[in-house]
C-alpha cells in the first residue's frame, strides 16, 4: 500500500501569512493527489485534485503543486474561515490513501 | 444537487453485523464509482471501500477485507455497505462518497454528512 505522509501534523499562523502544506507518497503516484478541507462537525470538501486543479467554487488562494512522490498545497493569504484540519488524498490505485492531516489555526 | 444520505448506522456487538446504506440523488448514480470513508472519532480519513459504476469491480482497504462486502442497487440509487464480524476499531463515522468519474482512479469530489457506526459489548 502506498503511505502518505503529511507535514506538518498542526501549524498555527497570522491572518494574512503564507501558509503550506506537504505530503509525501512513499512511491510514486504521478499527479493522482487531492487534497481536502474539513471543518469540525462537517464532512470534508474536495479543495484541489490532479494535484494542481482548483475544484470549481474554491477561492483562488488556494493552489496545489508536485508530481511523482512529492506535493504541497498552498494558502496563499490565509483567512479566519480556513481554520480546518486538510488531507491529502492518492487515488492512483486501489487501496487508496489519506495523509494524516494538518491542522491550520489562527495565531 | 448531488445528495448523499447515508443511514442505518448504530451500536453493535463485537462480532456482530450492520448495514449501511447510501440514497443518491442529482446525479447519474450508476455512471460513478462510489465509496465508502470512515472517520474514527478525533481521527483521521480511511479509504474503506470502492465500487464500479456498473457495480462489477469492488475494492476493499485490508483493514476490512474478507468482513465488509459493498453493492449497489443502481435501480434505486442506492450504495450499501454489509459489515460482519465487526470489531471495536471499526467504530466511526462512515462517509458515502462519489468519485469525479468512473473510475477508481479519479478523486472523490462529493461527500454525505456520514452515518455512526460504535461497536461496544
Known amino acids: 500500500d502506498i503511505q502518505m505522509t503529511q507535514s506538518p501534523s498542526s501549524l498555527s499562523a497570522s491572518v494574512g501569512d503564507r501558509v503550506t502544506i506537504t505530503c509525501r507518497a512513499s512511491q510514486g503516484i504521478s499527479n493522482y493527489l487531492a487534497w481536502y478541507q474539513q471543518k469540525p462537525g462537517k464532512a470534508p470538501k474536495l479543495l484541489i485534485y490532479a494535484a494542481s486543479t482548483l475544484q470549481s467554487g474554491v477561492p483562488s488562494r488556494f493552489s496545489g503543486s508536485g508530481s511523482g512522490t512529492d506535493f504541497t498545497l498552498t494558502i496563499s493569504s490565509l483567512q479566519t474561515e480556513d481554520v480546518a484540519t486538510y488531507y491529502c488524498h492518492n487515488y492512483n490505485s486501489a487501496p487508496l490513501t489519506f495523509g494524516g492531516g494538518t491542522k491550520v489555526e489562527i495565531k | 444537487e448531488v445528495q448523499l444520505l447515508e443511514s442505518g448506522g448504530g451500536l453493535a456487538q463485537p462480532g456482530g453485523s450492520l448495514r449501511l446504506s447510501c440514497a443518491a440523488s442529482g446525479f447519474t448514480f450508476s455512471t460513478y464509482v462510489m465509496n465508502w470513508v470512515r472517520q474514527a472519532p478525533g481521527k483521521g480519513l480511511e479509504w474503506v471501500s470502492g465500487i464500479s459504476g456498473s457495480g462489477d469491480y469492488t475494492y476493499y482497504a485490508d483493514s476490512v477485507k474478507g468482513r465488509f462486502t459493498i453493492s449497489r442497487d443502481n435501480s434505486k440509487n442506492t450504495l450499501y455497505l454489509q459489515m460482519n464480524s465487526l470489531r471495536a476499531e471499526d467504530t466511526a463515522l462512515y462517509y458515502c462518497?462519489?468519485?469525479?468519474?468512473?473510475?477508481?482512479?479519479?478523486?472523490?469530489?462529493?461527500w454525505g454528512q456520514g452515518t455512526l457506526v460504535t461497536v461496544s459489548p
Open positions: 462518497a462519489k468519485d469525479r468519474a468512473n473510475s477508481i482512479a479519479a478523486a472523490i469530489n462529493y
